[in-house]
């Protein structure tokens, strides 16, 4: 008796997991979650802007991702970092659904860079977005480390040291490289 009660606790507990992911994915489509005010949170948003940058970093970078973004924010580019994902979404869910919209994705590689799983597969993502076209990759190297083999084959950003003059100017250059795709498509 108690094995059928495990049983169907377990196909309760699956049941009630499925019918919730597909409830948000019923729903996403009808909110935009973009970073909003000085809590850095995603906030829900108006309308079907799309973000322009998607920045991918591994956990031990998320200081130089929150500055990048930040810094485009600065400028009015619309960014999405995970980090800034609400409490009571899935990060995993807003990851893919903003990466589908983007049309620029930054990777910022250290050392602990692809030795992060969650980061390899958005690796992998943004290189096959890449291939699908519309789509730019931009790798950013945040100290001195080597680039895997189809990073290395694009024009990296140097980010390895923040408020200096190479850094300021780099971020320059992709904000005017995301401006000029911006009048390009009129978004």
Known sequence: MAGVDLAIGVVGLI??????YFGYVG???RIR???????GRLVAAEGGDAYEVFVSYAAPDVEEAERLARCLQ???IRVFLVRW???GLVSYLESERALAGATFGVLLFSDATMADLRIRDEYAALLQRVHG???RFVPARTGDVALPQFAAIREPLDL???GGPRYDADVARLVGIVRRQRSRTGA
Do not use: I, L, N
């Open 15 to 20: 049941v009630a997991v499925v019918s919730a």
């Open 27 to 29: 729903v996403r489509g």
């Open 33 to 39: 979650r973009r970073r909003g005010g000085e809590g």
């Open 74 to 76: 600065g400028a009015g």
């Open 85 to 87: 994902v609400e409490p």
């Open 133 to 135: 076209g519309g789509f």
């Open 160 to 162: 390895s040291e923040p």
